[in-house]
């Protein structure tokens, strides 16, 4: 029997007024004609009573608008799916204890940010040992041996480097997605573990700010981590998966 | 009167410091040539062009001595014994090159040319460009008027050049006084500089001649019609620093990121290649009045920026040295730093803002150029908002020059012209409020901000000290930056590094130097 429906719409002040705000530019000049462009963009979108309540000229033939109005879409709550990370998150604390109970060595990741992308700042946040935002990096986990080898590594030297230091986990982070360039990056990595016949040798990982599980799976990854996701997220994940995996098991 | 209190005699330690850790590295410069130096002497000598497979020519004949001759005597070297051979100019000699029309290996045997003289005129040629490029930026920044505040500076990075052009003519009119073209990502990694216009680049457009042409161009036609010059702004870093940079100076760019360490520690490219790059890179900029944009900041954003202030001031110590070394004004030294502290972190403002008036106290004359906060932007726009008007605070009130706007949309996407417009709101917003606001205050000698600003100090003297001690290479190694660590040996582009040969002559970085202490004598 399927679920109750719950239908909702977004909360303004009050329950279900589905009150929106949206701003964007358009290549008009700004006037009245801009004006009611953005109103008749809004009331494409379903927004009802689209309030201009700013606007602004940018450049010759460029305004920028911020609209408020009224949705009238609704969702039913009990119909939305997601895919998500199916593992128990764990502490750092936890995960090492995890790791000692588990594992006869130690877990090896080795990360990167890889292709033409330059960003190491999502790897630096997951690996190094000082980690983000207060959550301590891989590098600082007993049980783990965190390798990065920073940022513009090719796919190619990534997977030697991961056989070299007999890698179980591969983390790789995608910053830069501009005309989806980290797409054709990560499919590439995948085929080239295909083709290697290595896609079952590791647990392989990516993140970014617009990864996320669901492309993860699609691209053929086992999991995807994207914004606010800390090293002990993906440390719980790989080491459980590891463990299912039967790897260096005691 | 130090604002601060800061101790002098630390200060001018630090300095000495720098100016020690150098004399190593200056001596393995000046024995030393790379690849892109010579090609960059190659497009001093106004060669220019591709071959049929769009490599360009100053890589061909480069290339062509690498393989068939020995590149350690130098460019010039065989250059000038062809010259004399065929009485055709460079670029002639280049054409005949790719045809296989001439072999330049026939005179490696040859000794020390007495045939150099042949190359000044060309040399010279270029030269000429260049100051009437230097004459005409000049002229135009008389004319525009005077302001104290920082100049607001916004990058466009569309991939497309056209698109770029778009987005920076619109910032103009909107209040930018300087633009960046951000590159490509992993141009800093292609050992050749592309060629002719481009429209096709992932979180920014390539570095070529033809772009920094257009861009100039379309910058100096919106600079008229609001009555000020615009500065333009792009990459002399990775493998071809000096190429870029004699392009730039071509092209009148104003401004360089031009950093001594930055593509060692971020994009593990060999020390020692960098290094020798980067002398001739600052020469060139040095002469051709460019201001370079050293990237410091970049520390911050791998390392805690509350934990690690004390490495962007070392470094900056070193830097200045390198561009002192490289006969740099410091007028022309825009020395960076970073807005980067935790949010969570408590005082996080005032720690910055001690940060900001140190390293306006210590750098007088260099027009510092302050980042936005970039790794701790979440997505949530609204509140990077206003971590970039704290940011804008603290800019302005410690007179910071160079001033890279934050984006809300940071962390998000490369900025959509509306988020460019919007940062350039609040910042001009900001500017007027708190336009002489640091006149108006003094700091508690006592307090935070006075403590803050003497413990980095006395931290960059001790790290100082040590790599002084430890010597460069080594400290790179230990990964003191941004806890990065390099080795002496490894990364990209070392194969590109060459002992001068004994035989090996130079002229154009020697008749720079000359050229800009015959300047300082005037």
Redesign the interface.
């Known amino acids: 029997m399927s679920k109750k429906e719950f239908w909702i719409r977004p909360y303004g002040d009050t329950l279900n007024d589905g009150k929106v705000q949206l701003s964007f530019s358009l290549p008009v000049s700004h006037n009245a004609v801009g004006e009611e462009t953005a109103k008749q963009f809004a009331l494409k979108m379903g927004i009802h009573d689209p309030a201009v309540v700013h606007s602004a000229p940018l450049s010759e033939g460029f305004s920028f608008y911020i609209v408020y109005g009224t949705i009238e879409h609704q969702v039913d709550l009990n119909s939305v799916k997601i895919v998500e990370v199916e593992s128990k998150a764990m502490s750092m604390d936890q995960c090492e204890e995890f790791l000692l109970e588990n594992f006869r060595e130690p877990i090896v990741f080795v990360g990167a940010s890889t292709g033409t992308d330059a960003h190491t700042v999502g790897i630096d946040a997951i690996m190094n040992m000082k980690g983000y935002n207060g959550h301590y990096g891989l590098e600082r986990y007993k049980g783990i041996k965190a390798i990065n080898l920073g940022g513009q590594v090719d796919n190619e030297i990534l997977l030697e480097k991961a056989l070299e230091h007999n890698a179980d986990v591969i983390l790789i982070s995608q910053t830069v997605t501009q005309k989806d360039v980290h797409i054709q990056n990560l499919t590439q990595f995948i085929e080239l573990l295909e083709a290697e016949n290595l896609r079952d040798r590791f647990i392989v990982i990516i993140g970014g700010a617009r990864i996320n599980h669901a492309l993860a799976k699609e691209l053929g990854y086992d999991a995807g981590f994207g914004s606010k996701k800390y090293a002990f997220d993906v440390a719980s994940y790989a080491i459980q998966a590891l463990k299912v995996k039967g790897i260096k098991q005691k | 009167m130090s604002r601060l209190n800061l101790n002098k005699n630390i200060i001018e330690s630090c300095r000495k410091l720098a100016k020690d850790v150098l004399i190593d590295v200056q001596s393995y410069i000046d024995k030393h040539t790379t690849k892109t130096v010579e090609r960059a002497q190659l497009r001093l000598l106004s060669i220019d062009g591709v071959n049929e497979f769009n490599v360009p020519l100053v890589n061909v004949i480069v290339d062509h001595i690498t393989e068939q001759a020995d590149l350690s005597k130098g460019v010039l070297h065989y250059l000038s014994y062809a010259v004399k051979e065929h009485a055709l100019s460079p670029q002639q000699i280049a054409e005949k090159i790719v045809k296989k029309q001439i072999d330049l290996a026939k005179y490696e045997e040859k000794p020390k040319s007495p045939y150099l003289d042949l190359l000044i005129p060309y040399f010279n040629n270029i030269l000429e460009k260049i100051d009437q490029m230097k004459k005409d930026r000049a002229a135009f920044i008389a004319k525009t008027a005077k302001k104290e505040t920082p100049s607001k500076y916004v990058i466009v990075a569309t991939?497309n050049i056209y698109e770029d052009i778009?987005q920076a003519?619109?910032a103009v009119?909107?209040g930018a006084e300087i633009i960046a073209v951000i590159r490509?990502?992993?141009q800093?990694?292609l050992d050749y500089v592309p060629y002719g216009p481009t429209t096709e680049g992932?979180?920014g457009t390539y570095a070529t001649q033809a772009n920094f042409k257009l861009m100039r161009k379309a910058l100096d036609e919106v600079s008229k019609e609001v009555n000020r010059y615009v500065k333009l702004v792009n990459y002399a870093s990775g493998l071809c620093m000096p190429e870029i940079v004699a392009m730039g100076a071509i092209e009148r760019l104003d401004m360089m990121l031009n950093d001594s360490l930055y593509g060692i520690i971020?994009?593990?490219i060999n020390m020692k290649r960098t290094f020798v790059d980067q002398y001739f890179s600052r020469v060139l900029s040095a002469y051709s009045d460019i201001i370079i944009n050293t990237g410091e900041d970049n520390y911050l954003?791998?390392?805690?920026a509350f934990e690690n202030a004390h490495t962007v001031l070392a470094s900056q110590f070193i830097n200045e040295q390198f561009a002192k070394n490289a006969g740099m004004k410091e007028e022309l030294m825009g020395l960076g730093h970073a807005y980067e502290m935790?949010p969570?972190l408590e005082n996080s403002f005032l720690y910055e803002l001690a940060q900001a008036e140190m390293a306006r106290e210590i750098f007088p004359n260099a027009p510092l150029k302050y980042m936005p906060p970039?790794?701790h932007m979440?997505?949530d726009i609204f509140k990077g908002t206003v971590q970039n008007a704290l940011f804008n605070i603290v800019s302005v009130t410690s007179k910071q020059s160079i001033h890279l706007l934050g984006m809300m949309t940071e962390?998000?996407?490369?900025p959509?012209?509306?988020d460019r417009?919007?940062a350039l709101d609040n910042a001009a917003y900001i500017e007027r409020a708190f336009k002489d606001f640091g006149e108006e205050i003094s700091y508690n000698p006592n307090g935070r901000i006075v403590k803050r600003a003497q413990f980095v100090l006395e931290e960059a003297h001790t790290l100082l000290t040590k790599i002084k001690e430890d010597g460069l290479f080594t400290a790179l190694e230990q990964g003191i930056f941004a806890?990065?660590s390099r080795s002496e040996n490894g990364g990209k582009g070392l194969d590109g590094v060459y002992p001068k040969h004994a035989d090996y002559q130079d002229f154009i970085l020697t008749s720079l130097l000359k050229k800009m202490k015959e300047g300082d004598n005037e």
């Open positions: 991939g778009e003519v619109s009119r909107k490509t990502t992993g800093s990694l992932f979180g971020f994009r593990d954003t791998t390392s805690d935790n969570e970039t790794k979440t997505g962390a998000i996407h490369t959509f012209m509306s417009a919007l806890n990065v």
